[in-house]
């Protein structure tokens, strides 16, 4: 398939889309956009011609970055002949995040980075968490780094204070306690 430049006023956007991001959100899509183009241009906006309209089933939040850059053609990829059924599993599978984390080499990246590129979610959790077995000889987990939430778990570092979510805190409990044996 091939990437065509089009002119954004021949799009049109998904009605009813079950995918939408915040204006913090929309702000961070837009420096991207705009400080890496050429990811841009790899990760095009796919469109359907089902209707007999160029309606975008993936890419939406990209496109409407672009709209409020005044970006005036976006790189675009049409899949021709498709079903609705299809498209419904375009759309879906597009926002589906697949995967995991490696807690232990995401660490070594620098925080801020992560950060400004939209990573989030991701935090330690609390010392208590942790079974009586886990001896902490080397002041990992009571490191000044780490801070514990009330009833939500945390990794706060540099200012920043990032819940976690169960499956998250389980991995890193694995993690933490191979470590320290």
């Known amino acids: 398939m091939e990437v065509i430049y089009r002119k954004t006023e021949t799009l049109k956007r998904l009605e009813n889309n079950p995918r939408?991001?915040?204006k913090e959100q929309?702000?961070?899509?837009?420096e991207s956009i705009q400080n890496n183009p050429d990811y841009f241009e790899a990760r095009p906006i796919i469109l359907?011609?089902?209707?007999?309209?160029?309606?975008?089933?993936?890419g939406n939040q990209r496109?409407?970055?672009?709209?409020?850059?005044?970006?005036?053609e976006v790189p675009t990829v049409l899949i021709p002949n498709l079903t609705e059924e299809r498209e419904r599993e375009i759309i879906i599978r597009d926002n589906v995040s697949n995967g995991q984390w490696d807690m232990t080499r995401l660490f070594e990246w620098d925080?801020?980075?992560?950060?400004?590129?939209?990573?989030?979610?991701i935090s330690f959790p609390e010392m208590n968490d942790f079974s009586n077995e886990v001896e902490d000889t080397?002041?990992?987990?009571?490191n000044e780094n780490y801070e514990a939430g009330a009833h939500i778990k945390y990794l706060a570092f540099e200012g920043?204070?990032?819940?976690?979510t169960d499956v998250e805190l389980e991995r890193l409990k694995q993690c933490a306690n191979e470590y320290l044996e």
């Not at 929309?26 to 837009?30: I, N």
């Not at 080397?138 to 009571?142: F, P, Q, T």
Request: with cysteine; aromatic share 6%; charged share 20%.
């Open 26 to 30: 929309l702000v961070k899509l837009q």
């Open 63 to 72: 496109y409407e970055a672009c709209i409020q850059l005044g970006i005036e």
């Open 48 to 58: 359907s011609d089902r209707t007999g309209q160029l309606v975008i089933i993936a």
């Open 138 to 142: 080397h002041n990992v987990l009571r």
């Open 160 to 164: 920043y204070k990032i819940p976690i």
């Open 111 to 121: 925080c801020r980075e992560l950060m400004e590129w939209g990573l989030d979610g």
């Open 20 to 22: 939408s991001i915040t």
